[in-house]
């Protein structure tokens, strides 16, 4: 509840904070038209999908060019961008059919748009899917899902109720080598799990944003306000806040709901974990100094004691050595990194003939799966080999490489006709968000949290 308070946000006045954006019409009528288009879906195969794109930065820029890499039937009718610069690069990347847009609820507005890609900073999140989801458009939302666990509770609240088919945008679990893993570990193989460790490690100079600064526009072509949005505490226009708004806690979710969310989405995916029971976290600022709020070295502990098993986090930005995620069972324990690695126990009891056999060498991989070695690929930064290893770029199908954004785009639009669920729905997201909030919370806090699944809050 301390952070909620923090960052002024209180469950009582979340609701409140998303009213004073100018919605268009009152809460009834959004009312009425999310009951008006409940289980609305595109009919025909011939049918286009007319997407909206919200948000044309980096991220807005790599999803469109992944949009046109899915091979169906897509045109993009809207940009929303609120900088001059990026929308001009938007509208000429979207094609003769967008038009530009700086207001989401413009946006929202047209009929003819079927769905919304929504890549903005955090705090604006929930405000956009909520009223994208009331006016019967479909989402595809990015991570982290929501800035605090109050808007996490109303964005899969309504959600829920609207009938649209939503996807959080963690691509991963399109990658090759996690759905193996998961197949791996349901057969068995490493045996009764009790501990996780996933990891982050980047090391971006000027903290990865600001060779963006020195080629942007400043207030004159930016709307500093409508950046800002509701039930934030104002702030005079700074380019530091506008292009590393991750840096700050008005507008981000620090490590946690930016970079273990992946790691997190991933495992869970692989072993169903869910919310967590309780949650510690540590770090500090201690290599970016630049006047950035969140940490830049973090580590968290998240406890699952009806499961026996404990899930350890550690991040840090100022070191590009590699690190996967280890998977440890009594038998053998899972490797996840840019390849797939079992190794077995030297002290399993169910290997334990194979071993003595000298059918298994416990000193070398027991199971390795690998992208094609005769394949080179163009990676050039510390940052590309992260996401190079966690498939969050590319992964492998029938020997071709394709990307994982494309995949998860790809679903979420096939089941926009026929209705079913997508990999990484409403209920994966809700999971996602509250296990990074639990951790940003102790962290600010510097306390133990607990979730109270009868309640849904963190205490």
């Known amino acids: ?40 879906l595109l009919d025909h195969k011939s049918d286009p999908f007319r997407i ?11 999803l469109l060019t992944a949009l046109n890499q899915t091979n169906l039937n897509v045109e993009v009718h809207g940009i929303c961008e609120i900088c001059e610069q990026r929308m001009e690069h ?10 530009g847009f700086k207001n989401y609820l413009d946006l929202l507005g047209e009929e003819q748009i079927d769905a919304v890609i929504i890549a903005t900073p ?45 996807q959080l945008g963690h691509q991963g679990r399109q990658r090759d080598l996690n759905i193996k893993a998961r197949d791996l570990i349901d057969k068995d193989t490493l045996g009764n799990i ?6 982050t490690n980047l090391n971006e100079p000027g903290d990865g944003w600001k060779s963006e600064w020195e080629d942007m ?58 919310i967590p029971a309780s949650a510690i976290a540590t770090g500090g600022n201690y290599s970016h100094l630049e006047g950035r709020e969140v940490p830049d070295v973090f580590q968290a502990a998240f406890e699952y004691p009806d499961r026996a098993l404990t899930l350890l986090y550690s991040g840090t ?10 998977i440890m069972g009594r038998d053998a324990t899972l490797e996840l990194g840019r390849l797939l690695s079992v190794w077995v126990d030297k002290q399993s009891i169910k290997y334990k003939s194979r071993i003595e056999a000298g059918i298994i060498d416990p000193a070398a991989p027991f199971v390795n799966y690998m992208k094609d070695p005769n394949r080179v ?37 096939k089941c926009t006709r026929n209705g079913r669920e997508t990999s990484c729905n409403i209920d994966r997201g809700f999971e996602e968000a509250i296990t990074a909030h639990m951790a940003t919370l102790s962290y600010r806090e510097g306390r133990r949290v607990g979730w109270d699944p009868e309640t849904e809050t963190i205490v």
């Open 52 to 62: 909206g794109m919200i948000g044309y930065g980096k991220r807005g820029g790599e």
């Open 217 to 274: 526009a400043g207030s004159a072509t930016i709307d500093w306000d409508l950046f800002q949005g509701p039930g934030i505490e104002k702030q005079a226009f700074s380019p530091e806040r506008y292009f590393g708004w991750r840096n700050y806690w008005a507008y981000g979710t620090g490590m946690s709901g930016d970079l273990f969310s992946n790691e997190y989405d991933v495992v869970n995916s692989i072993l169903d974990l869910g």
């Open 194 to 199: 009790t501990l996780i460790e996933t990891t």
């Open 122 to 166: 955090d705090h604006w999140h929930a405000s956009m899917a909520i009223e994208a989801s009331r006016r019967g458009k479909h989402v595809y939302l990015e991570k982290c899902m929501t800035r605090t666990p109050d808007e996490a509770r109303a964005l899969r609240d309504v959600i829920k109720t609207s009938g649209v088919v939503f």
């Open 90 to 99: 938007g509208l000429a990347q979207a094609g003769s059919n967008a038009r």
């Open 317 to 326: 930005l100022a070191s590009g050595v590699p690190r996967g995620t280890l």
């Open 377 to 413: 690929d163009g990676i050039s930064s510390a940052t590309s080999r992260y996401y190079a290893d966690r498939g969050l770029d590319f992964t492998y199908t029938e020997g071709r490489q394709v990307s994982t954004s494309a995949l998860h785009l790809a679903e979420w639009l």
């Open 1 to 40: 509840m301390g952070f909620e308070k923090k960052i002024n946000i209180k469950r009582r006045t979340f609701l409140a904070s998303l009213a004073s954006v100018p919605i268009l019409g009152s809460s009834l009528e959004s009312r009425e038209m999310a009951r008006a288009s409940q289980g609305k």
